[in-house]
T-cell receptor, first 110, second 120 residues
Framework: RKEVEQDPGPFNVPEGATVAFNCTYSNSASQSFFWYRQDCRKEPKLLMSVYSSGNEDGRFTAQLNRASQYISLLIRDSKLSDSATYLCVASGAGSYQLTFGKGTKLSVIP | DADVTQTPRNRITKTGKRIMLECSQTKGHDRMYWYRQDPGLGLRLIYYSFDVKDINKGEISDGYSVSRQAQAKFSLSLESAIPNQTALYFC???????????????????FGPGTRLTVL
């Protein structure tokens, strides 16, 4: 039973498009949520934390719905440099032991 | 210099050989982790350590062992490597910090560059 599920994609979008990724988690006791970005053959890097009130960082907006156990990431005005795999992450009950989704691959095309 | 380093970066070995992967960090974090990543399976936790005297098994610890030699060093060993241990291995570090609305405690993990291991 995979605890964090996300659409593997790939999502192929033109530059300037808006794209949304969705993710569900099964552990209702999860305390912390994140989106990580992973470039090909590189290490994952934190993109943003996800809070119940939602948070925005430039072109990126993350939302959390605890009742539905659902997390989303919205990327506006996509850039070629946004091409990567985006990993949805939920913590365990103790705020550690992160569980990673398998990732959603995004390709932004000219 | 990178905050989290891993050695070696690439390794090819044969079935039955003992392999050690090393991780060092300069972030001063107490928590360290070892993950493996396989195509289609995502990142899976092998072992984690919250301080020098603390070692915990993760989701897939069978066939692996670890040693926390110091706060800054956490090594992963494969006592007798087998082909299905071929994977990309990541070390990570973290420390609890306050962040976000209401100052939630979060545990952001910082990853090393990875070690690509091939077992023939």
């Amino acid at each position: 039973r995979k605890e964090v599920e996300q659409d593997p994609g790939p999502f192929n979008v033109p530059e300037g498009a808006t794209v949304a990724f969705n993710c569900t988690y099964s552990n209702s006791a999860s305390q912390s949520f994140f989106w990580y970005r992973q470039d090909c053959r590189k290490e994952p890097k934190l993109l943003m934390s996800v809070y119940s009130s939602g948070n925005e960082d430039g072109r990126f907006t993350a939302q959390l719905n605890r009742a539905s156990q659902y997390i989303s990431l919205l990327i506006r005005d996509s850039k070629l440099s946004d091409s990567a795999t985006y990993l949805c992450v939920a913590s365990g009950a103790g705020s550690y032991q992160l569980t990673f989704g398998k990732g959603t691959k995004l390709s932004v095309i000219p | 210099d990178a905050d989290v380093t891993q050695t070696p970066r690439n390794r090819i070995t044969k079935t039955g050989k003992r392999i050690m992967l090393e991780c060092s960090q300069t972030k001063g974090h107490d928590r360290m982790y070892w993950y493996r990543q396989d195509p289609g399976l995502g990142l899976r936790l092998i072992y984690y350590s919250f301080d020098v005297k603390d070692i915990n098994k993760g989701e897939i610890s069978d066939g692996y062992s670890v040693s926390r030699q110091a706060q800054a060093k956490f090594s992963l060993s494969l006592e007798s490597a087998i082909p299905n241990q071929t994977a990309l291995y990541f070390c990570a570090t973290s420390d609890l910090s306050l962040s976000g609305p209401g100052s939630s405690m979060i545990d952001e993990q910082f990853f090393g560059p990875g070690t690509r291991l091939t077992v023939l």
